[in-house]
């Protein structure tokens, strides 16, 4: 007799991008989309499906792969990489392309919350944007970083000194016609005013 208890919440379905020239030829292994997956499935407690996308540090790639995956009906997109001041890096110019609304904060957000460990932070050029009803968000490249920025920062107790980006994505999905995501307060507390709370039982 099966007794598992059905997941509440509404599934979801998440774009994953790593840009890298090197891992996308074979050259090393990509950390970028487990690295994604890892934290997603600890962050959220709804049913994920994940459409991971390993591509070259190309404009014109990046961009047909972010268009592709918002039509896929994917709520929210993360890429990885590509995103410093190199010749190579251009994934903010092909996620800026692909945008019909700009999300400035997330990106000062990340470069806040990366100053507390390396001053080359403010090299990072991330951006975040609204393309039709999906949230598209470029993140650092390296895994430990990823964490730092999604999360925020947490004093020796573990409480949060400063908020992690995260905790901004699920009410912004809300508000743009999104499915509702629940984050697990463990990993990274989402803010909703309370009138955009909602209650799901099994």
């Known amino acids: 007799m099966n007794t598992t208890t059905p997941n509440p919440y509404p599934a979801v379905k998440i774009g994953v991008v790593s840009v890298s020239d090197r891992a996308s030829t074979g050259v090393y292994v990509d950390k970028g989309l487990p690295a994604l997956q890892e934290w997603l499935g600890r962050a959220l407690k709804n049913p994920l499906q994940f459409e991971p996308r390993l591509i070259p540090d190309e404009q014109a790639a990046i961009q047909a ?32 392309a692909v945008a019909h609304k700009e999300m400035p904060g997330f990106g000062e957000q990340m470069r806040q919350i990366s100053l507390n460990f390396v001053p080359t932070a403010i090299l990072s050029r991330q951006v975040a944007v609204i393309r039709k009803q999906s949230l598209i968000i470029n993140l650092p490249g390296q895994p430990k970083s990823i964490a730092e920025t999604l999360e925020g920062l947490r004093d020796a107790d573990g409480k949060s000194v400063v908020p992690g980006i995260f905790s901004a994505v699920p009410y912004c999905i809300d508000l743009i016609g999104g499915p509702y995501l629940e984050a697990d307060e463990a990993v990274c507390k989402a803010f909703r005013p309370k009138m955009a709370i909602r209650s799901f039982t099994a």
């Open 65 to 96: 792969a972010l268009i592709e995956l918002v039509d896929a009906g994917c709520a929210l997109v993360l890429t990885t990489g590509g995103t410093g001041p190199a010749l190579r890096d251009v994934t903010p110019e092909a996620t800026l």
